[in-house]
């Protein structure tokens, strides 16, 4: 349980002339739900665009399972992986977006089929199966023919998260799950989130506003700011104890936002 | 004499009626053009269109080029190009295939901004999310982005359509027998130029309106469930 599975080694991600992420150094063990928070700009969600490999990286290496993510060796050098090895890397990394992004032409049978079927080479019953179970743990099973748009909010976040993990990945990671769902909606999500924490031992790293949920979910927390990783530690001592002024500062203003 | 058909210049109605059956085979030369000239520029507007959005410039910028150079010159000089200056160099392609090409590669400069924006207009999580499952860019492009931005396409490239239809007569000039040229021929020999121009007009006026017409019914059939279209 100590390997690492995802590793930032010194880490600088720019945007023209603003940088995102400043030499960041970041780890995440196999199996552990690690949850970021931060105010927006600190580099939170771009952690995991670099992951899913949305968004390249200017200087560092980022590690997944011990191979470098945006490199391949070349002759003992690591040089900029071509778009084969970030396919390959890819297999092991699942997403799930704040907007959700399901196809909004597929129904969500065909939503969660397309990849195992095209890229694992799922047969479609095979694929089906896999969906159907998928389906029912996110309590959705009877949606399975429904487009997108019929759905819900939090139902069409169920999915994304049933698509995701269609693919099997290694890490699942959670790009504000919630929060483009009305306040009402986010319950359902957190407990399918709740739910996959507990029950499983993939890997999860998650972005997220809601500091509660955070608390009861994480093994540890990660504050970000300013593209680095300014306080890191169990969910008690960060939300009770926290070392840094930054994270009190943050803390206050999420936890007490009428003060 | 035309085309094997005689008028009958005794009445108006009489000729009008004895005219028809010859602007009719100008009309088919002038579909024919229009079908042909909206398929290249369909296809090709849709080549460009890929072609600029290729993150390699040294791709981009020339299609950027080439489309604005079609976009910004008139038809009639590309025609004119097409079928004087090209035989020059051994290429030489009839009449009615030289109006087609012109047609066609005029309006992939228009069809390529159809296609653009109405790839532009998917949004760009359509794409992340693609490639977070690992699907092929091509698979992407085509299971994925193209069902979505086709229902936003119809509607533009059926205007281009009737566009296309009204520029045929263009053709012309480098002697393609098309309706007009039809019209213009019998006024030519009869001295009578007001009935073969007004039921040119007439005809094209329905061939429009069918056009229309059929772009409407397609774009309400096409299978937009759940793409929301603003």
Redesign the interface.
Known sequence: MTDTLVKFDRVTKRFGDFTVLKDLDFEVKKGEKVTIIGPSGSGKSTVLRVL???EPINEGVVYVDGRPLWHEEKNGRLVPAGEAHL?EM??S???V?Q?F??????TVRRNLI??PV??LGLSRKEANKRAEELLAMVGLTDQADK????LSGGQQQRVGIA??LA?RPQVLLFDEPTSALDPELVGDVLKVIQQLAEEHDLTMLLVTHEMDFARQISDRVCFFDQGTVCEEGPPEQIFKTPKNQRTREFLHAVLHPNE | MLFGYAWDTSSNWAFAVSILPILLQGMIVTLEATVLGFFIAAVLGLIFAVLRAVPLRLVSWPTIFIVEFFRDTPLLIQLFFLYFVLPEYGLLLPAFLTGAVALGVQYSAYTSEVYRAGLEAVDRGQGEASRALNLPPAHTFIKIILPQAIPRIIPALGNYLISIMKDVPVLSVVTVVEMLNVAKIIGDRTFQYMIPLTMVGALYLIMTLLASYLVRTLDNRLPTQGIPLK
């Not at chain 1, 992004?101 to 597929?106: A, C, D, E, I, Q």
């Not at chain 1, 487009?147 to 019929?150: A, K, L, R, S």
């Open positions: 899913m490999t949305l396919r890819r297999r990394l699942g997403m977006f907007q992004n399901l196809f909004p032409h597929m397309e990849a095209r890229v487009y997108p748009q019929q698509r995701a693919m």
